[in-house]
């Protein structure tokens, strides 16, 4: 199984955040923001529902890694972060590298923007911001995402969907959420 069928098949199944979120949350009840911690990674998120895990083997270009996912969906928009720990420090950058290249290829993204950006929390992380399309209908999707290392771990937080229904402001309280520790 791919890395995107994974996270889309898992999207699929089903306190304090401060004040940006109250107001998020008072002007849409679509957002149902919540402060999600993980049982499996070292990481702390803001997911606008309530979310579910699990566990899956994938292969990660040759890798086989035990990757867990907590992921919410909210009108047609996945939220996801992904982990995977892996014990050997001089695979880390390769697998953490062909995460983010099987994104970007699972929506054809032929162009984003990458950048580092600081975590909360302090850690180094890589934010890709990216447009391409999905499935059948070739629908225009966005995809906004941070990608990191952390001790053992190899972290992904994505937002990813319609154009149409992923504004930017969104994504990006999720992403400031997206706290490593």
């Known amino acids: 199984m791919s890395y995107f069928s994974f996270a889309h098949a898992f999207a699929s199944r089903r306190l304090s955040a401060g004040l940006l979120i109250m107001a998020l949350c008072a002007c ?7 402060e999600v911690s993980s049982t499996d990674a070292p990481y702390t998120v803001l997911l606008p529902a309530k979310p579910t895990s699990y566990t899956r083997p994938l292969d990660l270009n040759g890798l086989q890694v035990d990757m867990s996912m907590t992921a919410a969906e909210v009108s047609e928009v996945n939220f996801a972060v992904a982990s995977a720990k892996i014990t050997d420090a001089g695979q880390r950058q390769a697998a953490l590298t062909n995460m983010q290249a099987a994104m970007l290829r699972n929506i054809g993204s032929e162009q984003h923007s990458e950048k580092l950006v600081m975590l909360k929390g302090g850690a180094p992380a890589t934010e890709i911001v990216a447009q391409g399309q999905a499935g059948r209908n070739k ?31 969104i994504a990006e309280t999720f992403l400031t959420s997206f706290t490593l520790h």
């Open 139 to 169: 629908t225009p999707v966005m995809l906004y995402a941070r990608f990191a290392i952390h001790g053992e771990y190899v972290i992904q937080a994505i937002a990813l969907g319609p154009k149409a229904q992923l504004a930017p402001d």
């Open 28 to 34: 849409s009840p679509t957002w149902n923001w919540r």
